[in-house]
């Protein structure tokens, strides 16, 4: 067998063997098969696509590529992933709200680049928090409270890492199949038996509309099936930002106020969606029992204790935290430069502005400011006056507000008349109750 020829195949637009997909996926991952031909299938496959069973099938094989997570051990173990978006803090309430509730909740998370935020980066920016975590230890922390939040440990799918590290330079990103396999190759490795997907779509969002997304997500959904998952995927609005709060610190303190019952409505009612599902799926309960039992884990503070617990359990200070931010950041005050109603937000362009103002990174290597970041005070649909004050900008240098506060007066539309505000949960695909 040689790549050359299933490179030629691919660009007939025939379907591969499972043994020609594994001799591709051993090839490259061992260095036999060149960057330059696996660049090459990559952009046939952008042309011509992937059947289902392809898709299925190199997924499990980037999967198998490197270590696997043995979560046998753990009762209801879920799993979440999220597109990516701006201000998009669910895991940290999530978790624990699953968690609380019978679930286990064993996750790797990733850092944060360009206007997406990365859970492990708000984590961090609690005191003594650890993310470093040996397998040892995150099992053990697993089966002990349930839950445990960390970054990627071990060599997990490492054919997606060298495969997508191409993709990235060679234009052949854009391809569904590509997409749902990366992500899913990652949660298969992961070892949780069931998975809840929060697609985003919108101006903050990979996926631009609703109906990409849907494709993206039935994607995952039948790959996740057709490797032993139950699976459910939530379409969720991107086009704005989730909550108030964008950037670190200041993202973790939203959910703080969220798991003791307060915080923004959007945020929590994402939120309480996502965790049903989850539990829907673990706890083999109706989508109805499963929400009625998240908001009394909300309301009985059961969700913030198992919260404090977690954060305890991997060595975060959470007084510490409080108390920094009682101290008072450089901050900045945006108004408004007319009257009107916000009819729209370009929610990349408020993530990249919070990246200006040092909460994100341009690149893997660079340094992140955790009390950095942008707080909403006015958001799509609000009314607002000329002078009004609708953001808050912080940062470490006050040489940054000019272009942070640029950049974000430049995304949002104000007009006359209010907007139509879209739904948060779009669509929902797989899940159904048993």
């Not at 984590?123 to 002990?144: D, H, R, V």
């Not at 298969?188 to 990979?206: E, H, M, R, T």
Request: hydrophobic fraction near 45%; proline fraction near 3%.
């Amino acid at each position: 067998m040689r790549a050359v020829d299933l490179i030629e195949k691919k660009k007939q637009g025939n379907a591969h063997t499972a043994e020609e997909l594994r001799f591709l996926i051993d090839g490259f991952t061992k260095g036999e098969i060149p960057d330059y031909q696996m660049s090459a299938w990559a952009m046939a496959v952008c042309f011509n696509g992937m059947t289902a069973e392809e898709t299925a099938l190199l997924t499990q094989y980037m999967a198998e590529s490197g270590d696997q997570v043995d979560l046998s051990g753990l009762k209801n173990t879920v799993d979440k992933h999220s597109t990516g978006g701006v201000g998009d803090k669910t895991t940290l309430i999530v978790a624990p709200l699953v968690a609380s509730l019978g679930g286990t909740v064993a996750k790797m998370s990733g850092r944060g680049l360009g206007h997406t935020g990365g859970t492990v980066d708000k984590l961090e920016s609690i005191p003594g928090y650890q993310t470093a975590l040996s397998m040892e230890e995150f099992l053990n922390l697993s089966q002990k409270h349930g839950m445990v939040v960390a970054g990627q440990s071990g060599d997990l799918a490492p054919a997606d890492k060298k495969l997508y590290a191409l993709r990235d330079v060679t234009a052949t990103v854009a391809s569904v199949p590509l997409i749902a396999s990366s992500i899913m190759s990652k949660k298969i490795a992961a070892g949780a038996k069931s998975i809840v997907l929060d697609v985003k779509c919108g101006s903050g969002a990979f996926m631009k509309t609703a109906e990409d997304a849907k494709i993206l997500a039935e994607a995952m959904v039948e790959i996740g099936t057709a490797c032993g998952r139950k699976m459910a995927a939530l379409i969720t609005n991107m086009d704005l930002p989730l909550g108030s709060a964008i950037g670190n610190a200041l993202e973790v303190e939203e959910a703080i106020a969220v798991l003791q019952g307060q915080g923004p409505e959007d945020l929590k009612e994402v939120c309480i969606a996502l965790a049903a599902q989850m539990l829907s799926l673990c706890r083999k309960w109706s989508l109805a029992q499963a929400e009625a039992k998240v908001k009394e884990a909300l309301q009985s503070g059961a969700a913030y204790a198992k919260f404090e617990e977690w954060i305890t359990a991997q060595s975060g200070d959470l007084n510490a935290f409080l108390q920094q931010r009682k101290v008072p950041c450089r901050s900045h005050r945006v108004v408004a430069k007319e009257s009107g109603y916000i009819t729209a937000m370009d929610a990349e362009q408020i993530g990249i502005a919070a990246m200006l103002l040092g909460a994100g990174r341009a690149k893997k290597e660079d340094a992140i400011d955790y009390a950095a970041g942008i707080r909403l005070l006015k958001k799509t649909g609000e009314q607002v006056q000329k002078g009004e004050s609708i953001a808050e900008l912080f940062t470490a240098s006050a040489e940054d507000f000019e272009g942070a506060e640029r950049c974000f007066l430049n995304a949002l539309t104000v007009g006359a008349q209010p907007p139509k505000i879209l739904p948060l949960i779009l669509d929902r695909i797989g899940g159904a109750d048993e």
